[in-house]
């Protein structure tokens, strides 16, 4: 079966001015690997739809979401925090994002693809329920994991995070929720210095070392993810894809490969097939060293196919 992939034109038209990293050459990156490497054959293409505000709503504070509207400017660039900005293309492309993984959701769980790739911006694993950061604006993953709960009435569903920085804003929106198990590994301490105290039972935390690379991030995910998600024993996974950890990547300390992203994503799908239904919904987060991201993307559709 075809892996659902989902993207938009829009999201190239979002930009945060000349040397910010988290551009649009990421997704071309991303796309022009997809067909050098024939990958692109097998990917069934969606476009990503604006989400409706009932879906925001369920994620974010309703002002919030007013604020970010008002933000958006007509001309220019209006910074809403320290990193994070706006263009007159933000915020269409914002709501496709989040569009993206509700999309994502409706597609696996009504049985069209068993996995799907959303290759978006803005990324939306800092995004809490009241405040934009760290390059984000809504919470796209959680609004996935939101629309498959209220809309579907999924009872557990499973969130992973292997981006390098820990997903401050899912966890804020997901903590104590029990019908929602989160996972998440990143660098500590770093930014968003969050997550290494965290005390809501259905989060799992997992920081890492500054310098650490496969052995250790392997044996994070062995010991502490997959044990509470095979317990868990989700009717569907969504991974917050970011790919900041690779070693390559100037962002952060991490010494991450390319097979260890096909690694890790092999764990998932193997853990989603024993729900009979493989479901599958990833999203991406970070990843700011082109060459490696586009690599790495590459890597972790493989593993959707089952390829090596
Ligand atoms: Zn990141």
Redesign the pocket.
């Given at each position: 079966m075809a892996i659902g992939y989902i993207s938009h034109h829009d999201f190239q038209l979002h930009d945060m001015g000349h040397h910010h990293p988290e551009q649009p050459a990421r997704l071309s990156a991303i796309n022009d690997r997809l067909i050098a490497t024939g990958l692109e054959m097998v990917l069934h293409r969606f476009d990503a739809p604006l989400i409706e505000r009932e879906l925001l709503d369920a994620v974010h504070d309703s002002d919030y979401i007013d604020a970010i509207e008002a933000a958006a400017p007509t001309d220019g660039i209006a910074w809403i925090d320290g990193d994070t900005a706006m263009n007159k293309h933000t915020l269409t492309a914002a709501r496709r994002a989040a569009g993206a993984v509700a999309l994502g959701v409706e597609l696996v769980i009504e049985g069209k693809v068993k996995q799907v790739f959303c290759a978006v911006r803005p990324p939306g694993h800092h995004a809490e329920r009241h405040r934009a950061m760290g390059f984000c604006l809504f919470n796209n993953i959680a609004v996935g994991t939101l629309h498959a709960i209220n809309r579907y009435g999924l009872e557990r569903v499973a969130v992973v995070d292997f981006?390098?920085?820990h997903g401050n804003g899912t966890e804020d929106i997901v903590a104590g929720d029990k019908r929602i198990l989160f996972c998440s590994t990143f660098q500590h301490p770093f930014y968003p210095h969050s997550g290494y105290d965290s005390q809501a039972a259905n989060v799992v935390n997992t920081p890492l070392s500054s310098g650490a690379g496969s052995k250790e991030f392997r044996e994070a995910v062995e010991t502490h993810w997959m044990p509470r998600i095979e317990a868990f024993e989700p009717q569907l996974i969504l991974i917050s894809a970011?790919f900041?950890a690779h070693q390559a990547d100037d962002?952060a300390n991490l010494n991450l490969i390319d097979r260890d992203y096909h690694w890790v994503t092999r764990k998932l799908c193997e853990q989603a097939d024993k729900t009979g239904h493989s479901r599958i919904v990833s999203s991406l987060?970070?990843g700011y060293d082109l060459h490696a991201l586009a690599r790495s993307v590459e890597a972790h559709l493989k593993a959707f196919l089952g390829e090596h």
């Open positions: 981006d390098v920085h970011g900041d962002m987060e970070g």
